[in-house]
T-cell receptor, first 115, second 113 residues
Framework: GAGVSQSPSNKVTEKGKDVELRCDPISGHTALYWYRQSLGQGLEFLIYFQGNSAPDKSGLPSDRFSAERTGGSVSTLTIQRTQQEDSAVYLC?????????????FGQGTRLTVV | AQKVTQAQTEISVVEKEDVTLDCVYETRDTTYYLFWYKQPPSGELVFLIRRNSFDEQNEISGRYSWNFQKSTSSFNFTITASQVVDSAVYFCALNTNAGKSTFGDGTTLTVKP
């Protein structure tokens, strides 16, 4: 696609429910990243996929969070038993290669509100 | 551990004023890249510039300029003759490990007409 696409753009869920956030990266991009942006704060790294390598999950805040990337393309971030502190904007990004000099292309994010 | 500090949470200027956004970073790595991203109200972060740790040349691109000083671990961003369209949140980021950028908390810039 022309850019990184995320869905839904907004999600309101009740505390305790599970949610799935979807990211469709730029076609051909091998690297995919998930970040979380809480109100007034910077981006918090969550997870990183590169090609067929095992993902770097070091940023996932708890075992309620998981992510997968199917076929090296679309990724789904799942949050189980959502808590109010999970409320944030979840940003997905992709890049065509991975290196220190690689800039990321971001989607518009999914705003998650847990009530 | 890596850290990026953007001390200015919010800045408000009047159109045509010059404005500088500060970024200070911490790392023990000798090889790294620094980035600036712009996040307009639409929410999508847009890459502006990158600079590697061995290149302290300042850069100018139109109304934008960047000042990288390794001695003070700073990578500041200046907008000359600001415009309303420059209103956004600006993030400074540090890459020391491919795939895992460290971002600052962002500076919200408001340019008033």
């Amino acid at each position: 696609g022309a850019g990184v696409s995320q869905s839904p753009s907004n999600k309101v869920t009740e505390k305790g429910k599970d949610v799935e956030l979807r990211c469709d990266p730029i076609s051909g991009h091998t690297a995919l990243y998930w970040y979380r942006q809480s109100l007034g704060q910077g981006l918090e790294f969550l997870i990183y996929f590169q090609g067929n390598s095992a993902p770097d999950k070091s940023g996932l805040p708890s075992d309620r969070f998981s992510a997968e990337r199917t076929g090296g393309s679309v990724s789904t971030l799942t949050i189980q038993r959502t808590q109010q502190e999970d409320s944030a904007v979840y940003l997905c990004a992709s890049s065509g290669w991975t290196g220190l000099n690689t800039e990321a292309f971001f989607g518009q994010g999914t705003r998650l509100t847990v009530v | 551990a890596q850290k990026v500090t953007q001390a200015q949470t919010e800045i408000s200027v009047v159109e045509k004023e010059d404005v500088t956004l500060d970024c200070v970073y911490e790392t023990r790595d000798t090889t790294y890249y620094l980035f600036w991203y712009k996040q307009p109200p639409s929410g999508e972060l847009v890459f502006l510039i990158r600079r590697n740790s061995f290149d302290e040349q300042n850069e100018i691109s139109g109304r934008y300029s960047w000042n990288f000083q390794k001695s003070t671990s700073s990578f500041n961003f200046t907008i000359t003759a600001s415009q309303v369209v420059d209103s956004a949140v600006y993030f400074c980021a540090l890459n020391t490990n491919a795939g895992k950028s460290t971002f600052g908390d962002g500076t919200t810039l408001t340019v008033k007409p």
